[in-house]
């Protein structure tokens, strides 16, 4: 791969003219992409989806929208140091493209989580769950494999990728209509739900071609063809370590917060992050905890530490294996190739995580919620659109919003349409509805 074609300003839906530049008068192409997502009303909705914790709450801890913003600002650190080391080793010659990569980073932060549903990872699962033990499995012989798996291998990366670049009812021509860049480097897993070896994959089969497309106008090459599968995009690597850093060290910080974390072990979490750092950073350290003796501000303290040095580490990473990301042929993520001192943390915080905060009571319950809430509502969506003709089908569709609405003959593509709708319903809306058309609650008036 090749950066000057990895980095094209170019648009999704929009004729390219030889003329265009990175910039325009007062913003770069990037920085448009950022603005495009920040302003949308998809990426608000972020505000009231779980990340892991309840919402709202006494406390206020991080939900998606929260999380993404955090990501976004890792990514740009991350961005803007790669492009310096581009810039130093003459893989980029133009100075203008040296402050736009930390811009394509952190927009593609921000849109990472867009197609995530209501309730956390759980709402994932609710969704694949109900194609495959629940009445969704009556669906399977109407479907071909590949379309079958997108709904049994349901992930909110394949969806993210499809809320920017379907041309929605009413939309315009290539959605969001984001640049080749941008919409590359959120693609973390580059093949079809065929060739998932679980539950991960990078596009439905609806946005099959779009993926070849961008890959074809960024140089990625392609792997495969059927599966179609390609190589990643060497900012996805970036996008990937911002995320995984920020989601590791926060929930850790929530869990404190919240109680579930006593603070000497929290303390201990992170202060193993700093164990063969320098002796002059070791003092500074602690002569900054000696004056800060709020326990909250002590660990947030060391929590912004530990993302600077997981952010110096994978940054590390990247310039170490710039040649084989290049080639395609880098395996895993910067976080999993961490010196082992860092690596040895990292991996203490997730057993932590895994054993007292993701199996947390309040955690596990609303996962249970979003399990009932969506196979629900998608029983009733995806029956009313696949038999249109009942009384109550043709109710339960006049709250299917326009942009939703299309005319399509296989079932692949109706039940698409309930899902687009539902995985981007906020938690309390999805509640609400739930409650509405179960006869739990009524709708009020005025």
Wanted: proline fraction near 4%; glycine fraction near 8%.
């Amino acid at each position: 791969m090749d950066w000057k074609e990895l980095l094209t300003s170019q648009r999704l839906g929009k004729s390219f003219s030889g003329e265009d530049t990175i910039r325009t008068e007062d913003r770069s192409e990037f920085q448009r992409d950022y603005d495009r997502i920040i302003f949308s009303p998809a990426f608000r909705r972020m505000q009231n989806k779980t990340q892991v914790f309840p919402l709202p709450g006494r406390i206020f801890v991080h939900n998606r929208l929260t999380h993404t913003l955090e990501v976004a600002s890792v990514g740009r650190s991350l961005g803007n140091r790669i492009a310096e080391m581009l810039f130093r080793e003459q893989y980029i010659d133009d100075p203008i493209l040296l402050t736009q990569v930390g811009a394509v980073v952190s927009a593609a932060c921000l849109a990472h989580d867009m197609g995530n549903p209501p309730f956390g990872h759980s709402g994932e699962a609710a969704i694949s769950s109900f194609f495959t033990s629940g009445s969704g499995k009556l669906l399977k012989n109407d479907m071909s494999e590949a379309e079958w798996k997108d709904f049994t291998h349901f992930d909110g990366n394949a969806n993210a990728f499809r809320l920017l670049t379907h041309p929605f009812n009413g939309k315009r021509e290539g959605g969001f209509a984001l640049t080749y860049t941008t919409l590359a480097s959120i693609v973390k897993y580059p093949f079809e739900s065929t060739a998932a070896t679980h539950q991960k994959f990078g596009f439905f089969q609806s946005e099959k071609e779009t993926w070849r497309k961008i890959a074809s106008v960024t140089g990625i090459p392609l792997l495969g063809e059927k599966p179609l599968a390609g190589a990643r995009h060497p900012l996805v690597y970036l996008v990937e370590a911002a995320d995984d850093i920020c989601y590791q060290v926060m929930d850790v910080e929530d869990a404190f917060r919240l109680g579930i974390l006593g603070f000497e072990d929290t303390r201990e979490l992170f202060s193993s992050f700093f164990r063969e750092s320098s002796k002059a950073r070791i003092r500074e350290m602690e002569k900054t905890l000696r004056k800060v003796t709020d326990p909250n501000e002590q660990i947030s303290y060391l929590r912004a530490g530990v993302i600077g040095e997981l952010t110096r580490e994978c940054s590390a990473v990247f310039f170490r294996n710039h040649e084989t990301i290049l080639q395609g042929k880098f395996s895993g993520s910067l976080l999993k190739n961490i010196t082992p001192s860092f690596l040895e943390a990292i991996e203490k915080v997730q057993e932590v995580s895994m054993e007292q905060i993701y199996n947390h009571r309040s955690v596990v319950e609303i996962e249970i919620a979003g399990y009932k809430i969506i196979d629900t509502l998608l029983s009733e969506f995806t029956g009313a659109l696949l038999h249109p003709g009942t009384p109550l089908s043709r109710k339960i569709l006049m709250l299917l919003p326009g942009q939703y609405l299309q005319e399509a003959d296989s079932t692949y593509f109706k039940v698409q349409s309930a899902v687009d709708f539902i995985s981007g319903m906020t938690d309390v809306y999805a509640l609400d509805l739930y409650r509405k058309i179960r006869g739990i609650s009524l709708p009020e008036i005025g």
